[in-house]
């Protein structure tokens, strides 16, 4: 079956741009989460959603948010980024029971110059 | 709240040596314990998975885990490395009621020696 799709693998913003990632979680999985990966935080949580609604937040500022559609598809929007907002953004689903795991996509590599 | 410390940030082994990783967490409840592998440029890879059934875990590619409630710990081992299993290891945790939420510790990078 198909996994977790992460689009764009790559994406090179300016400084003070918006960006938005999106990602499309295993049929039939409902939840998807977000994840920051740098090499000096390490992978951070960002959000949460199932549903359409976010269920739990990490500690992130306001720039970062995110939403899901009906078919669980998945977007987050970074607006005004800045140069630390450069990493690895990672996306995983789940059906929605915790001890089933998490399935990850391969991720976008986002460079802010 | 929860946190994950992995002992060690790089870990080297000859091809053929036991491979040991090291975790341990901090839960005042039993928690749900994941190990993932990351090879470069690609995201994470679960290994396998402790969710309160047997506290000795089999995962995928002859890696194995066992929960020690006493020592809240969650040590990852393999009896022999192959080249091919050089990559970062990641331990997290999860929350029993909190969903979708994983806490990752700091990763072991893991380099396996010809």
């Known amino acids: 079956k198909a996994g977790v799709t992460q689009t764009p693998r790559y994406l090179i913003k300016t400084r003070g741009q918006q960006v938005t990632l999106s990602c499309s979680p295993i049929?039939?999985?409902?939840?998807v989460s977000w994840y920051q990966q740098t090499p000096g935080q390490g992978l951070q949580f960002l959000f949460e959603?199932?549903?359409?609604?976010?269920?739990n937040k990490g500690n992130f500022p306001g720039r970062f948010s995110g939403r899901q559609f009906s078919n669980s598809r998945s977007e987050m929007n970074v607006s005004t980024l800045e140069l630390g907002d450069s990493a690895l953004y990672l996306c995983?689903?789940?059906?929605?029971?915790?001890?089933?795991?998490?399935?990850f996509g391969s991720g976008t590599r986002l460079t802010v110059v | 709240a929860q946190s994950v410390t992995q002992l060690g940030s790089h870990v080297s082994v000859s091809e053929g040596a036991l491979v040991l990783l090291r975790c341990n967490y901090s839960?005042?409840?039993?928690?749900?314990l994941f190990w993932y592998v990351q090879y470069p440029n690609q995201g994470l890879q679960l290994l396998l998975k402790?969710?309160?059934?047997?506290?000795l875990v089999k995962g995928i590619n002859g890696f194995e885990a066992e929960f020690k409630k006493s020592e809240t710990s969650f040590h990852l081992t393999k009896p022999s490395a192959h080249m091919s299993d050089a990559a970062e290891y990641f331990c997290?945790?999860?929350?029993?009621?909190?969903?979708?939420?994983?806490?990752f510790g700091q990763g072991t990078t893991l380099q396996v020696k010809p």
């Open positions: 995983a689903s789940s059906r929605d029971n915790p001890g089933d795991g998490y399935t």
């Open positions: 049929s039939g999985h409902r939840s």
């Open positions: 959603y199932f549903s359409e609604t976010q269920r």
């Open positions: 839960s005042s409840v039993p928690p749900y």
């Open positions: 402790y969710t309160s059934a047997a506290t």
């Open positions: 997290a945790v999860s929350d029993q009621g909190n969903t979708g939420k994983l806490i």
